[in-house]
């Protein structure tokens, strides 16, 4: 007890031999908090302010929210209480928008790094000029983003101060033109492209290629936009905060070209398609995996273990039997968008599933129905008897009897007696499909995009690394091929669609009397499948009305017109295995098809007019009475 005394003792004294006075404390410096000098005096300090704003970039579709890519009737969501994004009536007003007040703080924040970086005596005029032009790309990209949303927004490019005088209507900014937007985009792409490094293995960070692949579709939106927005003269402002002339169409797509010219030439950096394995779907899956040698990636999300900063898209996805933890499952592929892979001849057939007499087609195996199509749908879908993780996968329905009865359980791998057996063996397969049961593969597809084989990597403790890819070397052929198109050049939209068909198997190349509208289309369903590109391509297109027209499918629908940009598709389908079962006929233990809407798809996607802009919330107007209401709203 003596002891402690006087350690209490001593530390009194101490504390009182080294009182301060009230200001000395005001005095000292926070060791926690850096000061704008500070923060801004060391490239490496400067780089992790940076990282912050990388990290808050708007996406769409991305790895981190699976239910963002089980829309759109492409895919059915496997998880109860989804069904309804499958079956919208009118999208909703404030569907796929953003948080304005979000949106306008990240804004103010790239603001205010471009001011104290440009102002920052500590740093070299080389990694200034690179984190200025970082910072530019990263607010250049993000109107993008709010402007595929909404249209036109109110562009503020220096940080806004508030004078603390009562009256904050001079911070008031109205909506830009929805061409001026793609304008500033276009020319910040051009302003800082040439600061940015020509380095094709610069990924996660902005680069040349980044900023003219940025450019390259943003012009080609807005090119679209300017065309086909002219067979829907209702959506459009007179201020034209909606629509663009389309009078400016041509040049738009002449913007377009130019930027995706220039990476595909090479200016950028040593771009490629990714042909790295043999087998053509395993190397249009591994697009999407690898990170090491990948010539294909020009800006990606980065996702690191090691960070701290990962992602669950395998373990909400891949196939639920034998998976870690038993997890998965939830985006099923549909047939709709299945059967759009087109058969190696460049033709478009539904999947044989009847003979011409409506009898089923039986198959000695279950891979033998999806031969001799398009590669990029076993590197996108995985369907029955395929693998993932060498496991096969186990999607069957069920046996069909010889008089068309159907034996199945109500919970995956279950088991019944057949007709004449004596023991009971499995009936439906562990991955389903059961109507309604949830995380198994009730379309009888499971996605295979982004899915991660690395061991852990569907576990809730590992996660996954698989970065997200927001600007790939195919699309930038794409955007070159229909840029083309538009400007009537089709022998060289053909020449940049046979490069990018032929990685997946398509090796008859189209000539430019091949190249239409709906070729183009078509192309960048199948190819940019669950990578965030449909929703915006179809309302640029304006087709979305469309294609989501609100009107229930038949199966003749489903299997009429594949290929069609028109084509309607408001209900996933679904395809679901069988095995035969009649001992002593030739076909018994073979597999047949059948094609399923399931109970859950009740109602159909109806994308109305007052879609093709998301809907500006009364709170935002309320605080900002400049900002215009969007048209049909």
């Not at 002449?254 to 950028?268: C, P, S, V, Y």
């Not at 008897?385 to 008089?403: E, N, P």
């Not at 690395?454 to 930038?476: D, H, I, K, L, W």
């Not at 091929?481 to 490069?499: H, I, K, P, W």
């Amino acid at each position: 007890m003596k002891k402690l005394i006087i350690y209490l003792s001593l530390a009194a004294t101490t504390a009182i031999s080294s009182c301060k006075k009230d200001k000395d404390f005001i005095n000292v410096q926070p060791l926690s908090i850096l000061d704008n000098e500070q923060a801004f005096s060391d490239p490496a300090q400067v780089l992790s302010i940076l990282a912050n704003l990388y990290n808050r970039q708007m996406d769409f579709s991305t790895v981190k929210d699976w239910a963002t890519m089980a829309d759109f009737s492409e895919s059915f969501p496997s998880e109860n209480g989804r069904v309804n994004i499958v079956q919208r009536n009118g999208w909703g007003y404030g569907e796929w928008g953003f948080n304005w007040f979000d949106a306008y703080a990240y804004m103010r924040e790239l603001n205010l790094f471009l001011q104290r970086c440009a102002a920052a005596p500590a740093l070299t005029e080389g990694d200034k000029k690179r984190f200025l032009a970082e910072a530019r790309f990263l607010r250049a990209n993000y109107y993008f983003e709010m402007t595929k949303r909404v249209g036109g927004v109110p562009l503020i490019t220096e940080p806004l101060i508030y004078d603390l005088k009562g009256d904050p209507t001079y911070l008031q900014h109205a909506r830009a033109k929805e061409s001026e937007m793609y304008d500033f985009i276009i020319s910040e792409a051009e302003a800082i492209k040439d600061d940015l490094p020509a380095n094709a293995t610069e990924k996660s960070r902005a680069s040349k290629g980044a900023a003219l692949a940025m450019e390259a579709r943003a012009a080609l939106y807005a090119g679209s936009i300017a065309k086909y927005g002219a067979s829907t003269p209702q959506v459009s402002l007179p201020g034209g905060e909606v629509g663009i002339p389309a009078s400016m169409a041509n040049d738009y797509y002449t913007k377009a070209l130019t930027a995706a010219k220039a990476i595909i030439d090479g200016e950028a950096g040593g771009y490629a398609l990714y042909k790295l394995k043999p087998d053509l779907a395993e190397n249009f899956a591994s697009v999407f995996l690898d990170k090491a040698s990948n010539p294909e990636s020009i800006f990606i999300e980065d996702f690191k273990l090691k960070s701290g900063k990962v992602h669950y898209f395998t373990g909400w996805n891949q196939p639920r039997y034998g998976a870690e933890e038993e997890e998965g499952g939830r985006i099923n592929p549909s047939l709709n968008l299945v059967e759009a892979f087109e058969k190696l001849d460049n033709t478009f057939a539904p999947l044989p599933v009847k003979d011409g007499s409506g009898n089923p087609i039986f198959y000695n195996n279950l891979t033998e129905i999806f031969s001799g199509r398009d590669a990029r749908l076993a590197g996108t879908v995985i369907t029955p008897g395929s693998t993932f993780k060498g496991r096969a996968v186990d999607i069957w329905a069920g046996y069909q009897l010889a008089d068309g009865t159907i034996v199945t359980g109500d919970d995956r791998g279950a088991q019944k007696t057949l007709p004449g057996g004596t023991t009971p063996v499995q009936v439906v397969g562990f991955d389903g499909p059961v109507p309604g049961k949830e995380f198994t593969a009730q379309s009888g597809f499971y996605i295979r995009k982004y899915l991660d084989p690395t061991p852990g990597a569907g576990s809730r403790g590992t996660n996954s690394e698989v970065p997200f890819q927001r600007y790939r070397y195919a699309e930038v052929l794409l955007n070159a091929a229909e840029a083309a198109f538009e400007l009537g050049q089709a022998g060289v939209a053909a020449d940049y669609m046979n490069q990018v068909r032929a990685r997946a198997g398509l090796t008859i190349p189209l000539a430019a009397g091949d190249i239409t509208f709906d070729r183009i289309v078509h192309e960048r369903r199948v190819e940019l499948a669950f990578e965030g590109h449909i929703f915006f391509d179809m309302k640029r297109w304006r087709l979305a009305t469309k294609r989501w027209d609100g009107n229930k499918m038949t199966e003749a629908d489903l299997l009429a017109n594949i290929g069609d940009a028109e084509k309607r598709s408001t209900q996933p389908y679904s395809l679901w295995p069988y095995k035969y079962y009649n001992p002593g006929n030739p076909n018994h233990e073979k597999w047949l098809y059948k094609i399923v809407l399931l109970p859950s798809v009740t109602g159909a996607n109806n994308f109305q007019l007052g879609n093709y802009y998301t809907f500006i919330g009364d709170d935002v107007r309320a605080n900002n009475p400049k900002i215009v209401r969007q048209p049909n709203q």
